[in-house]
């Protein structure tokens, strides 16, 4: 009985607290956003939209592709900010493809910051992201819960 309780608090708390993917607990857009649409977020003050800015895909000479995406950061709320972004893609498999943090900085409220990534997939890895593909990026803040947004990869975008 003791176990329940805990249990109902702590779903309590997370949907009090903002929402929150099922799956990871963080606070996230869910389902997966299109390449053109903004995520928002907002919790105690802190409040920002984050917004990718472009998504490219393009062959090496070894037959792997390098996918490179910008993303941009505004602070909408009334408290200053400071963020490391962890981006990964995630193919039709479920595999996933990390990338080095980025870090973003300082924002104060009512200013911006921009990053850029890329990840070089393998020529046998590539086919499963025409399949189906996401990108991913988690937002890091100082608190301990970090925020996650998606963004559903069109099929078209990778060249053949």
């Known amino acids: 009985m003791k176990r329940e309780v805990i249990l109902l608090f702590v779903a309590g708390f997370l949907l009090v607290s903002?929402?929150?993917?099922?799956?990871?607990?963080?606070?996230?857009q869910s389902p997966d956003l299109a390449m053109n649409q903004s995520a928002v977020f907002g919790q105690e003050g802190y409040e920002f939209v984050a917004t990718l800015d472009h998504f490219?895909?393009?062959?090496?000479?070894?037959?792997?592709?390098?996918?490179?995406?910008?993303?941009?950061?505004?602070?909408?709320?009334?408290?200053?900010?400071?963020f490391v972004a962890y981006?990964?893609?995630?193919?039709?498999?479920?595999?996933?493809?990390?990338?080095?943090?980025?870090?973003?900085?300082?924002?104060?409220?009512?200013?911006?910051?921009?990053?850029?990534?890329?990840?070089i997939i393998s020529p046998d890895s590539y086919p499963a992201l025409s399949q189906h593909a996401v990108l991913k990026i988690r937002?890091?803040?100082?608190?301990?819960?970090?925020?996650?947004?998606?963004?559903?990869?069109?099929?078209?975008?990778?060249p053949p």
Not at 21 to 27: E, S, V
Not at 139 to 158: A, H, N
């Open 56 to 82: 490219t895909v393009e062959p090496t000479g070894s037959g792997a592709h390098t996918v490179s995406f910008g993303f941009t950061v505004k602070n909408t709320g009334s408290k200053g900010i400071s």
């Open 87 to 119: 981006p990964r893609i995630i193919d039709g498999t479920g595999t996933e493809y990390p990338e080095k943090g980025v870090f973003l900085g300082a924002i104060s409220p009512g200013g911006h910051a921009s990053g850029t990534s890329s990840v």
């Open 139 to 158: 937002f890091q803040e100082v608190k301990p819960i970090p925020y996650e947004v998606s963004w559903g990869i069109d099929p078209g975008t990778f």
């Open 18 to 28: 903002g929402c929150t993917n099922p799956l990871t607990g963080l606070p996230t």
